[in-house]
């Protein structure tokens, strides 16, 4: 099997080659280093000061000249071989590229920060630890309802959208089978809060119209974002980013989940499902009030079951259990214990899930969200290694 015939069986909860591997995303200088790559956005912030100083503190001229620089064809391949060298260097088999918001998609750069699409403050910093170049989510540049509503339209269908994402197509067949790349988007209830900011969005709740003009423009743009990348030729799988929960719960009441997510959510699988393409879901957070739904829905895998909540039934093994028959997992080794635990620690805890979850198929190992910079490159080593010694079909049964 190649990497996308690998992901595709586990999708469909029926047993590949071998257990597939993924991570949300990889950000830590040590494992760059050790695979020779470059960080995807080490560099990041020394550009947007030095391009603030040559366009003499003029930010509409910043802005126009970065997004205009970050479209090139040389820059849209050189970022993407940066992040997808790394991934094939150490044998991931699935990869995401974000086609929305974030980094790729600002709508107005400043010096040390930028606005994306959405409306979301990033911080451009660099890590203190290891001098990483990091974008931080800081606040929500709306300030009320009527800010929000003034704020341009959100666009699906954009050349630069289309660049990326046929540079992206284009790399995948590079690789020859080495590397399964696909979209990744902003969901609903992540944007919906972020662009406010908690407290302001929590007293937007109270407000029935407002709330569901706010969850609309989103869902309606997470709609049309599924519906252009089947236009463009995606075949197989797209992921959802929503954080849904925190450590004790779900950020919102299930009922509002019920009445302002869910139907979009919903939608967007359908047209997905219509085109022969797999959801997978990325949220953290405890969110066991909240699978029922997310399955009736067809969200058809779930990532990563966040390791360290604190409800204990919230964990891997009992939901695996439960779902076996509804849902592929994607999971679950706590970034947490990567950082500080001993490479033994990890070696059993990766044996674990590879026995307990990966016999019936429907299973994909990843980290319990993502590489920080604080994660020990022996242990990430050592946790793929665990995969590559034990996790080809049949499974171990000792």
């Not at 299930?254 to 959510?265: A, G």
């Not at 919230?314 to 592929?328: G, S, V």
């Not at 020990?376 to 590559?388: D, S, V």
Request: include cysteine; aromatic fraction near 12%; hydrophobic fraction near 35%.
């Amino acid at each position: 099997m190649n990497c996308r015939e690998r992901i595709i069986a586990a999708l469909n909860l029926e047993k590949p080659d071998r257990i597939p591997s993924f991570e949300l995303s990889i950000d830590n200088l040590k494992i760059c280093k050790h695979f020779n790559e470059d960080y995807v956005f080490q560099g990041m912030v020394k550009s947007y000061n030095d391009t603030y100083n040559l366009c003499q503190g003029d930010t509409d001229n910043l802005t126009k000249t970065i997004i205009m620089a970050t479209e090139t064809r040389s820059y849209i391949k050189n970022t993407l071989d940066r992040h997808i060298n790394l991934y094939e260097k150490i044998g991931i088999d699935l990869a995401i590229v974000p086609f929305s918001g974030y980094v790729l998609f600002p709508k107005r750069c400043e010096r040390t920060h930028f606005i994306d699409e959405y409306g979301r403050i990033f911080d451009l910093r660099k890590n203190p630890s290891d001098g990483m170049d990091i974008a931080y989510y800081r606040d929500g540049v709306f300030k009320n309802f009527e800010e929000f509503e003034s704020f341009p339209d959100l666009e699906a269908v954009t050349p630069r959208r289309e660049k990326y994402f046929k540079a992206m197509k284009k790399r995948e067949k590079n690789s020859e089978g080495r590397i399964c790349i696909i979209p990744a988007i902003w969901g609903i209830f992540e944007p919906s809060w972020q662009v406010f900011g908690f407290s302001t969005f929590s007293r937007l709740l109270t407000n029935s119209r407002k709330i569901q003009k706010i969850f609309d423009k989103f869902g309606k743009f997470l709609v049309n974002l599924v519906k252009i990348f089947i236009d463009w030729g995606e075949t197989d799988a797209i992921l959802i980013m929503d954080d849904y929960g925190y450590k004790t719960g779900p950020l919102m009441s299930p009922k509002n989940y019920k009445k302002y997510v869910f139907p979009w959510l919903e939608e967007s699988c359908k047209i997905a499902h219509n085109a022969g393409l797999k959801v997978i879901l990325h949220s953290c957070g405890d969110i066991i009030q909240l699978l029922d739904d997310i399955i009736r829905v067809g969200v058809d895998a779930i990532h990563p079951i966040e390791p360290t909540t604190a409800n204990p039934e919230y964990n891997i093994f009992k939901l695996k259990e439960k779902y076996n028959d509804k849902l592929c997992f994607l999971g679950n080794v706590s970034p947490q214990d990567l950082a500080d635990k001993e490479s033994n620690v990890i070696n059993n805890y990766t044996k674990k899930l590879i026995k307990k979850l990966a016999p019936k198929g429907g299973f994909i190992l990843s980290s319990g969200h993502s590489i920080n910079p604080s994660v020990k490159l022996e242990n990430y080593l050592t946790m793929h290694n665990t995969l590559k010694k034990y996790g080809t079909y049949p499974i171990f049964n000792n």
